[in-house]
């Protein structure tokens, strides 16, 4: 079973600087899609950024990007020039690339507060 | 695309009632899923439908649960009887394809049993 940890509950920032949020994963697969998810107070899940694992270009969304490291099942998040709508929890997820088999693991999330 | 949408967004409800979450998928998606989110267990894939049918209920956590997919455009999940454990928030989720399309998530429905 693919498992997902991130081993950080909590961090903070101040505004216009740069965090990285830290995520590793277990699975036997070789195919496989990353996420990173921001919930904030409104509890809404939305996409930050999506990772092929077969690709080996690192995603970026604006001022989100990863550092994917197949071989050591890392995949971390950097949010640049952090802004305070960035406070929100962050949660890394897998999913398998077999149809049928289908199942998005989240990681208990990580809680990033931005300090102006 | 008005996105994922789920009703009621807050129910509270006493021990014993039952309570019938709704969902509205994205059109066009062909997979829909029920989670659910606790402090202590995070979230959790309850069920997953594929072409309205379901493919995968091993996370429902008992007889009480059941989900239901009558078309394509509306899905429920049903408690009966609620239990003061089963306060949560209950997100539905679609997505165009199994395997890594992403899962686009509607805004929850808070849960409150007493």
């Known amino acids: 079973a693919q498992t997902v940890t991130q081993s950080q509950p909590e961090m903070s920032v101040q505004e216009a600087e740069t965090v990285t949020l830290s995520c590793t994963y277990d699975?036997?697969?070789?195919?496989?899609?990353l996420f990173w998810y921001k919930q904030p107070p409104s509890r809404q899940m939305i996409l930050v950024i999506r990772?092929?694992?077969?690709?080996?270009q690192n995603a970026t969304e604006n001022r989100f990007s990863v550092n994917f490291q197949k071989a050591a099942k890392s995949f971390s998040l950097k949010i640049s020039d952090s802004q305070l709508g960035d406070t929100a929890m962050y949660f890394c997820?897998?999913?398998?690339?077999?149809?049928?088999?289908?199942?998005?693991?989240f990681g208990k999330g990580t809680k990033l507060s931005v300090i102006p | 695309d008005a996105g994922v949408i789920q009703s009621p967004r807050h129910e509270v409800t006493e021990m014993g009632q039952e309570v019938t979450l709704r969902c509205k998928p994205i059109?066009?998606?062909?997979?829909l899923f029920w989670y659910r989110q606790t402090m202590m267990r995070g979230l959790e894939l309850l069920i997953y439908?594929?072409?309205?049918?379901?493919?995968?209920d091993s996370g429902m956590p008992e007889d009480r649960f059941s989900a239901k997919m009558p078309n394509a455009s509306f899905s429920t999940l049903k408690i009966q009887p609620s239990e003061p454990r089963d306060s949560a928030v209950y997100f539905c989720?679609?997505?165009?394809?199994?395997?890594?399309?992403?899962?686009?998530f509607g805004p929850g429905t808070r849960l409150l049993v007493l």
């Open positions: 059109s066009g998606h062909d997979y």
């Open positions: 997820a897998f999913a398998d690339s077999g149809a049928g088999s289908y199942q998005l693991t």
């Open positions: 439908f594929n072409n309205n049918v379901p493919i995968d």
């Open positions: 699975t036997s697969e070789n195919n496989y899609y």
């Open positions: 990772q092929e694992a077969y690709k080996q």
């Open positions: 989720a679609s997505s165009g394809l199994a395997g890594g399309e992403t899962q686009y």
